[in-house]
Structure formats: structure tokens, C-alpha cells
């Protein structure tokens, strides 16, 4: 139950930018509560090390409840938001219920873009949650168990071909440690098939791998790539994708081409969530191609001061004019700057300071002992990379049980290569195993 004449402070979203947006508020004289249509916080970095089995789904998740039970103030709701009244003050639940509040801070992200085609979906799964992830990794690996039985070659080269639409960090760390798995992990345990001959594709419309990093690094990443027997196919857009491969498209000569595959990843573009659009509607909010909502400089939507977009879903620039990216640290930065000016705001404080974000260093990984990092100006790449990827990442895992068993799991995994979370749960989605010859 919520207190009468406290400050209402309504937050939806548990990942980065909610979760930080709560913990900023926990000395706060105001009622809190966090909304999430899940009952837990997803480091949301480390989802593709789940789909290629490095790590299990709980290693990389904490219950909000767990994390927040020490804050008096704060009540954690399941349920999912799907409307809003603003001029009410009102936000309206799956059920119908209502939450009122004073403040209000929209964590919600962002979903999986697929370019107006949504029925590529079924053919080739995103990464944005934990299902997701396991359906990949079930994708992953039931391939090489069917290219362990099939006879025929070309349904074997089918099986062996993993196409990842998309050379951004979830692309390129999916494709890193996919060769890892081929070159390997699995490379002495079939009889048939030689794991190692597995081809793995990026597709991507830009001109090079992780196009916001430095061109220097770019150039690392997809050297690192390739000496995983990765292949890098830039200027191609995807045209079509069915459940026997992918189409694509030459971005300079239009030419046109398939390659054929059974395994396809989506890595590639981002639009709002549902509620987010239903807010932009509901407030004839100015968004971009992609929906994301344009704030004002202390992330407020325009003409709604009590409104704050944080995150992903926020079209917020820098001093530069340029928009910042959708990233982990910008979430949690945007989300703990939401809360501090709503509880400078209920001290009576006037003067609002702009939303500024520090830029702490880009970081990606693209297998044991190599990652690449832009840290203050500063390029590095290689194991100086890869250990600084490490302690970043496990500094910001929630949970310390988490963080010590990631770690664990990670030193296992760099003396050995030995995935652990290899398994096949569940009943086979898709296309069946061929028949074994009579």
C-alpha cells in the first residue's frame, strides 16, 4: 500500500535504466514502485555467451525483488504496461488495472527490428531475451547433431552454415564465439563431421564490422574474426529469409544472392517497444525511423515535465548534436539522473542541470584473449582488451553470487574452451534431425 500525500514515483522497467533509476531512489521520501512484465533484471551484455552456451540463464539474471527487498520505499509489481493517460496521470496495465503517479520513468528499451518483415522472425531469432537465447543455442547445436547424421553433403554444408544478420557488438561477439565453439569446443567430439569446417557468415548493409568504433578497431574485430575461419560479408543487405537460408542483396551492384542455411541469427536494428509507441501516440511525441522518443536535455518528454524516457528508448543528443547510443551505460546514467532530479525537484530545488552522459569506453569481445576497447581515447586490443572486458562486466553484474560463479565459469572456459551450458532442453522446434541411412 502506498502512503497518502507521498511523492508517487512510478518507474517501468527493470533493466539498466530502471534498475539504476530504483537504487538512486532508495533514500528517497517518496513512494516507489518498479513495474516489469518479468520478475527479474537480465544483464542483457551477456546474453549471447547463453546462447552459445558459456553461461546459464540464471547466471546472468537477479530478482528484482532480491536486489530492491532492502529498500523500504520501493514495492516491485509484475504485470506490463500498455497504455497511458497522461492529462489522469494514470498508467494502464495488461488487466486494466491503473497506476497513478507524480513522476514517471519510462525504462521500457527497445524489441528486435526486422526491417517491416516480421515473419522473419520465425526463421531467424533476435537476442533480447532470455527465450530467445535459448532458442538460439537450441539452434546451434541441434545443427551440429543433424550435420552428425546426414549423409548428404549438401544438406550437411546447410547445417553447417550459421548466417548472423548484423555486425554490431551482439553480431560480432555471437560470431566470435560461434568460432570458438566450431574450432574448439566441439572440435574432437563427432565421428562423421569435422565441427571445425562450419562456415560462419556475417551479413551486414554498412562498410565495416562494429561501425561505431574506430576504424582501427573495426579492423582488429574482423581480423580476429577471420582467424576464426569467420566470414564478414559488408554491403549486403538482407532481402528475404525463409527456413532453407537467406537472400541478400549487393548494396553497390544490386546484384543479388542466397546462401543457404538452417541456422540464422538476427543481430540488425531496433525499433520501440509497444508501450513506447502507445506513448509517443498518446502524446504526439516526435520520435525517429526507429520510434525512439525525443527528449528535452533533462530527458523530460516535451510538454510532460513529470514524463522522463531513459534508455534505449530515449532520442537524446549530446553536445555535439549527435544522438547517444542505445548502450548499457547510458541506461543506467540516464536512469540514476531521472531520480536524483525528481527528488531534487521534491526538495524544492529550481535550477535543473542537463542530462550530460560520460563515456567510460566501448568495449567488445570476440573470443578467448581477444577483444578490442576504446577506453578515453585510448585503443586497446588483444588480453590487455579482453581483461579489461572481463572486470568491467563482472563489476556490473547485480548479484555477487552471480559474479563469482560468471567468473568461474569464465576461467573454466579460457584454460579449456569447455562450455558448460550445452544443453538440448525441451522438445526440438523447426526442422526435425534427418533419418538415419537403413
Request: net charge neutral.
Amino acid at each position: 500500500m502506498t502512503n497518502a500525500g507521498k511523492h508517487r514515483i512510478l518507474i517501468l522497467g527493470g533493466g539498466f535504466g530502471g534498475l539504476y533509476a530504483a537504487k538512486a531512489l532508495r533514500h528517497a521520501d517518496a513512494d516507489v514502485t518498479l513495474l516489469d512484465r518479468r520478475n527479474f533484471h537480465l544483464f542483457q551484455p551477456l546474453l549471447y555467451q547463453v546462447a552459445t552456451g558459456s553461461l546459464s540463464p540464471g547466471e546472468i539474471a537477479a530478482p528484482l525483488r532480491g536486489v530492491l527487498e532492502h529498500q523500504r520505499n520501493t514495492r516491485v509489481l509484475m504485470g506490463e504496461a500498455v497504455d497511458i493517460d497522461p492529462a489522469r496521470k494514470e498508467v494502464i496495465i495488461e488487466d486494466g488495472d491503473q497506476l497513478p503517479y507524480d513522476s514517471l520513468i519510462v525504462a521500457c528499451g527497445t524489441q528486435s527490428a526486422y526491417f517491416g518483415h516480421d515473419e522473419w522472425r520465425q526463421w531467424a531469432p533476435s537476442l533480447k531475451s532470455i527465450e530467445e537465447a535459448t532458442d538460439i543455442r537450441h539452434k546451434i547445436l541441434i545443427a551440429f547433431e543433424a550435420a552428425e547424421r546426414t549423409t548428404d553433403p549438401a544438406e550437411r554444408t546447410k547445417w553447417l552454415t550459421f548466417v548472423i544478420v548484423g555486425a554490431g557488438a551482439t553480431g560480432v561477439e555471437l560470431a566470435g564465439a560461434l568460432g570458438e565453439i566450431a574450432n574448439h569446443t566441439l572440435r574432437n567430439e563427432f565421428r562423421s563431421i569435422r565441427p571445425e569446417e562450419a562456415r560462419i557468415i556475417i551479413v551486414d548493409g554498412g562498410q565495416r564490422v562494429l561501425p561505431t568504433y574506430p576504424p582501427d578497431l573495426s579492423t582488429k574485430a574482423e581480423n580476429e574474426l577471420l582467424k576464426l575461419c569467420a566470414q564478414v560479408r559488408m554491403g549486403f543487405m538482407v532481402t528475404g529469409v525463409d527456413a532453407n537460408g537467406v537472400e541478400i542483396k549487393s548494396a553497390s551492384t544490386g546484384a543479388t544472392s542466397r546462401i543457404e542455411s538452417y541456422t540464422v541469427i538476427w543481430a540488425a536494428g531496433v525499433s520501440a517497444s509497444e508501450f513506447g509507441k502507445k506513448l509517443a501516440q498518446r502524446t504526439d511525441a516526435e520520435t525517429d525511423r526507429s520510434g525512439r522518443i525525443k527528449v528535452q536535455p533533462n530527458m523530460t518528454l516535451p510538454g510532460y515535465p513529470d514524463i522522463f524516457i531513459v534508455g534505449d528508448l530515449a532520442l537524446a543528443t549530446q553536445s555535439d548534436g549527435k544522438a547517444l547510443p542505445g548502450v548499457a551505460q547510458v541506461a543506467m546514467q540516464s536512469g540514476a539522473y531521472a531520480a536524483k532530479t525528481i527528488m531534487n525537484r521534491m526538495a524544492g530545488h529550481k535550477d535543473e542541470k542537463p542530462f550530460k552522459y560520460f563515456n567510460k569506453g566501448d568495449l567488445a569481445v570476440i573470443g578467448r584473449g581477444a577483444a578490442i576497447a576504446n577506453i578515453f581515447g585510448f585503443h586497446l586490443d588483444g588480453v590487455l582488451a579482453w581483461l579489461v572486458w572481463v572486470f568491467i562486466h563482472l563489476l556490473y553484474i547485480v548479484e555477487f553470487q552471480n559474479r563469482f560463479l560468471i567468473f568461474i565459469q569464465w576461467g573454466f572456459l579460457y584454460l579449456t574452451y569447455n562450455r558448460g551450458a550445452r544443453l538440448i532442453t525441451g522438445n526440438p522446434a523447426g526442422r526435425q534431425l534427418p533419418h538415419l541411412p537403413s
